[in-house]
Protein backbone atom coordinates (compact mmCIF):
# COMPACT_ATOMS: atom_id res chain seq x y z
CA UNK A 1 0.00 0.00 0.00
CA UNK A 2 1.11 3.24 -1.06
CA UNK A 3 0.73 6.39 1.43
CA UNK A 4 0.00 9.56 -0.51
CA UNK A 5 -0.11 13.16 1.41
CA UNK A 6 -3.07 15.53 0.85
CA UNK A 7 -3.22 18.77 1.08
CA UNK A 8 -6.65 20.89 0.80
CA UNK A 9 -6.49 24.60 -0.24
CA UNK A 10 -8.90 27.02 0.14
CA UNK A 11 -7.83 30.68 -1.45
CA UNK A 12 -4.64 29.51 -1.93
CA UNK A 13 -4.11 28.20 1.89
CA UNK A 14 -3.83 25.20 3.08
CA UNK A 15 -6.57 24.11 5.06
CA UNK A 16 -8.67 20.81 6.58
CA UNK A 17 -12.67 20.40 6.98
CA UNK A 18 -14.58 18.50 9.68
CA UNK A 19 -16.73 15.77 8.14
CA UNK A 20 -16.57 18.16 4.69
CA UNK A 21 -17.86 21.06 6.40
CA UNK A 22 -17.08 23.84 4.96
CA UNK A 23 -17.77 26.25 8.18
CA UNK A 24 -15.27 23.95 10.28
CA UNK A 25 -12.34 25.00 8.91
CA UNK A 26 -8.84 24.84 10.36
CA UNK A 27 -5.87 26.64 8.65
CA UNK A 28 -2.43 26.00 8.64
CA UNK A 29 0.62 28.22 8.67
CA UNK A 30 2.39 26.11 5.76
CA UNK A 31 2.47 26.39 2.66
CA UNK A 32 1.63 23.82 -0.47
CA UNK A 33 4.96 24.00 -1.74
CA UNK A 34 6.39 23.95 1.84
CA UNK A 35 4.85 20.62 1.94
CA UNK A 36 5.01 19.18 -1.08
CA UNK A 37 8.89 19.65 -0.28
CA UNK A 38 8.53 17.81 2.82
CA UNK A 39 6.78 15.07 1.54
CA UNK A 40 9.46 14.38 -1.36
CA UNK A 41 12.00 14.49 1.46
CA UNK A 42 10.51 11.93 2.96
CA UNK A 43 9.92 9.40 0.13
CA UNK A 44 6.13 10.22 -1.23
CA UNK A 45 6.06 9.54 -5.17
CA UNK A 46 2.44 11.26 -5.26
CA UNK A 47 0.68 14.20 -3.61
CA UNK A 48 -3.25 14.61 -3.62
CA UNK A 49 -3.92 18.11 -3.96
CA UNK A 50 -7.78 19.26 -3.68
CA UNK A 51 -8.80 22.90 -4.56
CA UNK A 52 -12.17 22.78 -2.31
CA UNK A 53 -13.49 26.05 -3.49
CA UNK A 54 -13.56 24.18 -6.93
CA UNK A 55 -15.22 21.04 -5.34
CA UNK A 56 -18.21 23.62 -4.04
CA UNK A 57 -17.98 25.89 -6.76
CA UNK A 58 -17.64 23.75 -9.79
CA UNK A 59 -15.17 26.01 -10.76
CA UNK A 60 -11.30 25.57 -10.35
CA UNK A 61 -10.04 28.13 -8.08
CA UNK A 62 -6.53 27.19 -6.83
CA UNK A 63 -4.94 26.45 -10.64
CA UNK A 64 -2.08 28.79 -10.13
CA UNK A 65 -0.82 26.86 -6.56
CA UNK A 66 -0.92 23.20 -8.55
CA UNK A 67 0.82 24.78 -11.56
CA UNK A 68 3.25 26.28 -9.22
CA UNK A 69 3.77 22.43 -7.62
CA UNK A 70 3.19 20.35 -10.82
CA UNK A 71 6.92 22.39 -11.98
CA UNK A 72 8.88 21.32 -9.28
CA UNK A 73 8.21 17.61 -10.71
CA UNK A 74 9.24 16.41 -7.32
CA UNK A 75 5.89 14.53 -7.19
CA UNK A 76 3.17 13.51 -9.07
CA UNK A 77 -0.38 15.23 -8.28
CA UNK A 78 -3.27 14.49 -8.32
CA UNK A 79 -5.41 16.85 -8.39
CA UNK A 80 -9.28 17.27 -7.38
CA UNK A 81 -11.94 20.04 -7.15
CA UNK A 82 -14.00 21.07 -9.51
CA UNK A 83 -13.68 18.77 -12.53
CA UNK A 84 -16.94 19.06 -14.32
CA UNK A 85 -15.70 19.45 -17.68
CA UNK A 86 -13.54 17.50 -20.22
CA UNK A 87 -11.97 20.59 -20.52
CA UNK A 88 -10.83 21.29 -17.57
CA UNK A 89 -9.43 17.87 -16.57
CA UNK A 90 -7.39 18.69 -20.21
CA UNK A 91 -6.10 21.79 -18.79
CA UNK A 92 -4.84 20.35 -15.72
CA UNK A 93 -3.59 17.38 -17.43
CA UNK A 94 -1.77 20.21 -19.35
CA UNK A 95 -0.39 21.79 -16.28
CA UNK A 96 1.31 18.78 -15.54
CA UNK A 97 -1.35 17.32 -13.50
CA UNK A 98 -0.43 13.10 -12.95
CA UNK A 99 -4.02 12.31 -12.61
CA UNK A 100 -7.14 14.01 -12.30
CA UNK A 101 -10.02 12.93 -9.55
CA UNK A 102 -13.73 13.61 -10.30
CA UNK A 103 -16.32 13.24 -8.41
CA UNK A 104 -19.20 14.99 -9.08
CA UNK A 105 -19.57 14.14 -12.96
CA UNK A 106 -18.72 10.44 -11.64
CA UNK A 107 -21.69 10.62 -9.35
CA UNK A 108 -24.15 12.50 -11.70
CA UNK A 109 -22.98 12.20 -15.14
CA UNK A 110 -21.44 8.82 -15.14
CA UNK A 111 -21.84 8.39 -19.50
CA UNK A 112 -19.91 11.24 -19.34
CA UNK A 113 -16.71 9.96 -17.41
CA UNK A 114 -16.81 6.73 -19.59
CA UNK A 115 -15.95 9.24 -22.64
CA UNK A 116 -13.19 10.94 -20.63
CA UNK A 117 -11.75 7.61 -19.76
CA UNK A 118 -11.67 7.25 -23.73
CA UNK A 119 -10.40 10.44 -24.10
CA UNK A 120 -7.82 10.71 -21.15
CA UNK A 121 -7.07 6.64 -20.38
CA UNK A 122 -7.79 4.94 -17.45
CA UNK A 123 -4.70 5.59 -15.05
CA UNK A 124 -4.78 9.57 -15.80
CA UNK A 125 -8.67 9.60 -14.14
CA UNK A 126 -9.52 8.25 -10.71
CA UNK A 127 -13.23 8.84 -9.48
CA UNK A 128 -14.27 10.20 -6.11
CA UNK A 129 -16.80 8.49 -4.65
CA UNK A 130 -17.24 9.90 -1.60
CA UNK A 131 -20.51 8.23 0.92
CA UNK A 132 -21.95 8.47 4.13
CA UNK A 133 -23.55 5.70 5.39
CA UNK A 134 -27.30 5.16 5.75
CA UNK A 135 -29.26 3.39 8.67
CA UNK A 136 -28.35 0.02 7.18
CA UNK A 137 -24.68 0.86 6.45
CA UNK A 138 -25.05 0.93 2.90
CA UNK A 139 -22.60 3.66 1.36
CA UNK A 140 -24.73 5.83 -0.63
CA UNK A 141 -23.11 8.78 -2.82
CA UNK A 142 -22.21 12.78 -2.10
CA UNK A 143 -21.45 15.12 -4.50
CA UNK A 144 -20.89 18.83 -4.91
CA UNK A 145 -17.99 18.77 -2.57
CA UNK A 146 -20.05 17.07 0.07
CA UNK A 147 -23.00 19.18 -0.11
CA UNK A 148 -25.50 17.07 -2.11
CA UNK A 149 -26.87 14.23 -0.71
CA UNK A 150 -28.06 10.94 -3.03
CA UNK A 151 -29.66 8.03 -2.71
CA UNK A 152 -27.19 5.92 -5.32
CA UNK A 153 -25.21 3.27 -3.80
CA UNK A 154 -21.46 3.68 -4.28
CA UNK A 155 -21.49 -0.58 -5.25
CA UNK A 156 -23.88 -0.08 -8.44
CA UNK A 157 -21.95 2.76 -9.73
CA UNK A 158 -18.38 0.81 -9.09
CA UNK A 159 -20.04 -1.89 -11.07
CA UNK A 160 -21.21 0.16 -14.22
CA UNK A 161 -18.33 2.36 -14.00
CA UNK A 162 -15.80 -0.48 -13.58
CA UNK A 163 -17.43 -2.59 -16.27
CA UNK A 164 -16.29 -0.14 -18.73
CA UNK A 165 -12.63 0.06 -17.78
CA UNK A 166 -12.24 2.34 -14.80
CA UNK A 167 -9.52 1.27 -12.77
CA UNK A 168 -8.67 4.29 -9.79
CA UNK A 169 -11.37 5.01 -6.98
CA UNK A 170 -10.75 7.25 -4.10
CA UNK A 171 -13.27 6.36 -1.29
CA UNK A 172 -14.03 8.32 1.21
CA UNK A 173 -16.44 7.90 4.61
CA UNK A 174 -17.35 11.69 4.88
CA UNK A 175 -18.34 10.72 8.49
CA UNK A 176 -14.54 9.72 9.38
CA UNK A 177 -12.45 12.91 7.17
CA UNK A 178 -11.15 15.15 9.18
CA UNK A 179 -11.84 13.78 12.40
CA UNK A 180 -8.84 11.78 13.54
CA UNK A 181 -11.34 8.85 14.77
CA UNK A 182 -10.07 6.23 12.57
CA UNK A 183 -10.47 4.91 9.24
CA UNK A 184 -13.79 2.88 7.78
CA UNK A 185 -11.69 -0.07 7.72
CA UNK A 186 -14.78 -2.57 7.07
CA UNK A 187 -15.90 -0.37 4.17
CA UNK A 188 -12.53 -0.84 2.42
CA UNK A 189 -12.24 -4.59 3.24
CA UNK A 190 -16.10 -4.62 1.10
CA UNK A 191 -14.72 -2.49 -1.34
CA UNK A 192 -11.95 -4.89 -1.90
CA UNK A 193 -14.06 -7.79 -1.21
CA UNK A 194 -16.77 -6.78 -4.13
CA UNK A 195 -14.39 -5.00 -6.82
CA UNK A 196 -10.69 -6.67 -6.54
CA UNK A 197 -9.94 -5.18 -9.92
CA UNK A 198 -10.55 -1.79 -8.48
CA UNK A 199 -7.31 0.21 -7.23
CA UNK A 200 -8.53 1.90 -4.62
CA UNK A 201 -7.37 4.50 -2.52
CA UNK A 202 -8.82 5.01 1.07
CA UNK A 203 -9.38 8.48 2.65
CA UNK A 204 -10.74 9.33 6.27
CA UNK A 205 -9.90 8.90 9.67
CA UNK A 206 -6.30 8.35 9.43
CA UNK A 207 -4.59 8.87 13.31
CA UNK A 208 -1.43 7.19 13.30
CA UNK A 209 0.99 4.83 12.00
CA UNK A 210 -1.38 1.74 13.07
CA UNK A 211 -4.46 2.78 11.11
CA UNK A 212 -2.00 2.52 8.56
CA UNK A 213 -1.00 -0.84 8.89
CA UNK A 214 -4.88 -1.89 9.61
CA UNK A 215 -5.24 -0.15 5.79
CA UNK A 216 -2.62 -1.87 4.26
CA UNK A 217 -4.13 -5.09 5.65
CA UNK A 218 -7.53 -4.37 4.20
CA UNK A 219 -5.45 -4.33 0.52
CA UNK A 220 -6.31 -0.93 -0.43
CA UNK A 221 -3.84 0.18 -3.10
CA UNK A 222 -3.32 3.75 -1.44
CA UNK A 223 -4.75 5.54 2.00
CA UNK A 224 -4.69 8.94 1.59
CA UNK A 225 -3.70 11.21 4.85
CA UNK A 226 -3.68 15.09 5.47
CA UNK A 227 -4.59 16.14 8.79
CA UNK A 228 -2.85 13.50 10.76
CA UNK A 229 0.47 14.00 8.73
CA UNK A 230 -0.08 18.14 9.12
CA UNK A 231 -0.17 17.49 12.61
CA UNK A 232 2.86 15.42 12.68
CA UNK A 233 0.92 12.69 14.05
CA UNK A 234 2.98 10.11 12.05
CA UNK A 235 6.58 10.75 11.99
CA UNK A 236 9.00 10.49 8.55
CA UNK A 237 9.94 7.00 10.01
CA UNK A 238 6.28 5.59 10.58
CA UNK A 239 5.46 6.43 7.24
CA UNK A 240 8.80 4.90 5.20
CA UNK A 241 7.27 1.51 5.14
CA UNK A 242 4.66 2.94 3.11
CA UNK A 243 6.41 5.83 0.84
CA UNK A 244 7.89 4.22 -2.37
CA UNK A 245 11.33 6.56 -2.85
CA UNK A 246 12.14 6.36 1.18
Sequence with gaps: MELIPSIDLRAGTVVRLRHGDFAAETRYPTSAAGLLARYAAAGARRLHVVDLDGARDGVPANEAVLRELARSHALAIQA????????????????????????????ESPDDLLQWLAQFGADRLVAALDVRLDAGATPRLASRGWQRQTQQSLWDLVGRLGDAGLRHVLCTDIGRDGALGGPNLDLYRDCIRRFPAIAWQASGGVRDAADLHALAGTGVAAAISGKALLEGRISDEEMAPFLPAA
Design 80 to 107: AGGVREAATAARLLAAGAARVVVGSVAI
